[in-house]
């Protein structure tokens, strides 16, 4: 298993130290962790491997069946309005969002370290994917959450036999609760913001889609991005890709914000390199609505590394878009609406939509020839 390194002093832990940051407060991410890609390999996947699984050999940790609920893998599918256009359908995933591709690892790497308790804070998806996950690992589960998460997010938690905390406040508040309950030893902080393992599950979407295109990448991936593990996944994916010679180039990132929390939508605008400090307004899309992302500073450089951009959109755009998502056979939840929103409002389709300067130059990159987004979270999570 490879150990930990902080990203601002370079201190290494072993990851059995079940640290979750580093004593200088700094973040941690895989210590040299550099794959060898073996393009035949890649290009022999077994047909039979039909999980994220298949991409092992990029992965901090091996498979343990035990844990696998086959997720990954999702199907890319063509959108019926525009050209070039394709969807993936990660809300298709065991527990129904994509978060499944990091709580996997974590339940894995938490039954081979054999700990007994394991603490999460989320605003629902990431709390159902540990749950589940934990449970099949055989490791208790405690996930904190704000007062106002889903009912169908928090019976599912239940369902899986995770004690579910409620906390009053902001995502914020939800997250310190939850980092104090981790600081009790023998404790997992399965947090897919903190773990840095987390993310090496994510980054097998972009790998799917590299596979699922005919070895190739497209011009624009599209994310939501609240704290932003699916923009660090890709963006991980994509320098692995890169540096193995498999690519030639790497997809623009697009990353999509409500416009009621946007703290790194108004960074980019204005030329920051963190995060804008935000107050969080209510807003529909509740799984991004994070005012403060720990991880920021990376996310906004991934975002700019591919000449990407990050965008907003407001409530009622995209509450328009996951009604035409649904029109088209397709039920998610609010937050995997919002690229879609941004998708539409590129098109002209969205004409309450400002068209500020940041839009005008995301327009490109929304309308290129061949553009994927990810619909990650199912529409039974939050029904109304």
Same mark, same amino acid.
């Given at each position: ?172 508040? #939800? ?8 600081? #009790? ?120 590394? #591919? ?27 609010? #937050? ?49």
């Amino acid at each position: 298993m490879r150990p930990l390194a902080c990203v601002d002093c370079a201190r290494t832990y072993p990851v059995e130290s079940l640290a979750w940051r580093c004593g200088c407060g700094g973040l941690l991410d895989v210590a040299d962790f550099s794959p060898t890609l073996d393009p035949a390999r890649l290009a022999g996947l077994r047909p039979t491997a039909a999980s994220l699984w298949r991409y092992e050999d990029v992965l901090p940790l091996p498979v343990d069946p035990s844990v696998s609920m086959g997720e990954g893998l999702s199907p890319l599918v063509p959108a019926a309005r525009w050209p070039g256009l394709r969807l993936k359908l990660d809300f298709l995933l065991p527990t129904l969002s994509f978060k499944d591709r990091g709580a996997v690892l974590l339940a894995t790497l938490a039954r081979r370290l054999r700990v007994e308790r394991a603490v999460v804070d989320s605003s629902g998806n990431a709390g159902t994917a540990a749950a589940a996950y934990m449970a099949r690992a055989g490791v208790a589960c405690e996930v904190f959450v704000p007062e106002a998460t889903s009912a169908g997010k928090l019976a599912q938690m239940r369902a899986h036999g995770a004690t579910v905390r409620l906390v009053p406040g902001t995502r914020a508040d #939800t997250a310190e609760a939850a980092r104090a309950a981790a600081d #009790t030893p023998g404790t997992l902080y399965a947090s897919h913001v903190y773990h840095p393992y987390f993310v090496h599950g994510v980054k097998t979407y972009a790998y799917e889609i590299w596979e699922q295109s005919g070895h190739r990448l497209p011009d624009t991936v599209v994310v939501p991005v609240g704290n932003g593990t699916m923009v660090l996944g890709c963006s991980l994916a994509f320098q692995e890709l890169l540096a193995a010679g498999l690519v030639d180039r790497v997809p623009a990132i697009v990353a999509v914000q409500a416009a009621a929390c946007a703290p790194l939508a108004a960074a980019l605008a204005t030329g920051q390199d963190a995060p804008i400090p935000t107050a969080a307004s209510p807003t529909i899309a509740e799984g991004i609505a994070i005012a403060a992302p720990p991880r920021g500073r990376q996310i906004l450089r991934a975002v700019r590394a #591919t000449g990407g951009s990050v965008i907003s959109v407001p409530d009622d755009q995209t509450a328009a878009a996951r009604e035409d998502l649904a029109a088209a056979g397709l039920f998610v939840e609010p #937050t995997a609406a919002v690229c879609w929103a941004a998708v539409r409002a590129a098109h002209g389709v969205a004409p309450g939509l400002p068209d500020d300067d940041v839009l005008s130059a995301a327009r490109r990159l929304l309308t290129a020839g061949d553009v994927v987004v990810p619909l990650c979270g199912a529409g039974l999570k939050s029904p109304r």
